[in-house]
């Protein structure tokens, strides 16, 4: 079983920032597509976005595109989502995820283990 560490969540008010991180332990993380996804509670969990491990091309959901930015560091070890402008719904636990597919319309996910996640809170 494949393992991934999400880390960065907390507190912060609308239109505040956070920067999430998504860690591999036990595969070479940038030979998978990643995506990120998030749960409310009481809601369904939803794709949001996700970055090709060919082409390195990203997708966002049309809900956080153009406030949230997903990336590869330099050594390539880590994923990050940037958030910006945050609005309260936003709120939510967000988990990485290794996938088969991560197109514009599409994020397959690789297995059906999730781990903890981490928690974001937007509010005032």
């Known amino acids: 079983q494949v393992q991934l560490v999400e880390s960065g969540g907390g507190l912060v008010q609308p239109g505040g920032s956070l920067r999430l991180s998504c860690s591999a332990s036990?595969?070479?993380?940038?030979?998978?597509?990643i995506g990120w996804f998030r749960q409310a509670p009481g809601k369904e969990r939803e794709g949001i976005s996700c970055?090709?491990?060919?082409?390195?091309?990203?997708n966002y959901g049309s809900s956080v595109k153009g406030r949230f930015t997903i990336s590869r560091d330099n050594a390539k070890t880590t994923v990050v989502l940037q958030m910006n402008s945050l609005k309260p719904e936003d709120t939510a636990v967000y988990y990485c995820?290794?996938?088969?597919?991560?197109?514009?319309?599409?994020?397959?996910?690789?297995?059906?283990?999730w781990g903890p996640g981490t928690q974001v809170t937007v509010s005032s």
């Open positions: 995820k290794t996938l088969t597919v991560c197109t514009d319309r599409m994020m397959t996910v690789a297995d059906d283990y």
């Open positions: 036990g595969f070479t993380l940038e030979n998978y597509d």
């Open positions: 970055i090709s491990s060919s082409d390195a091309s990203t």
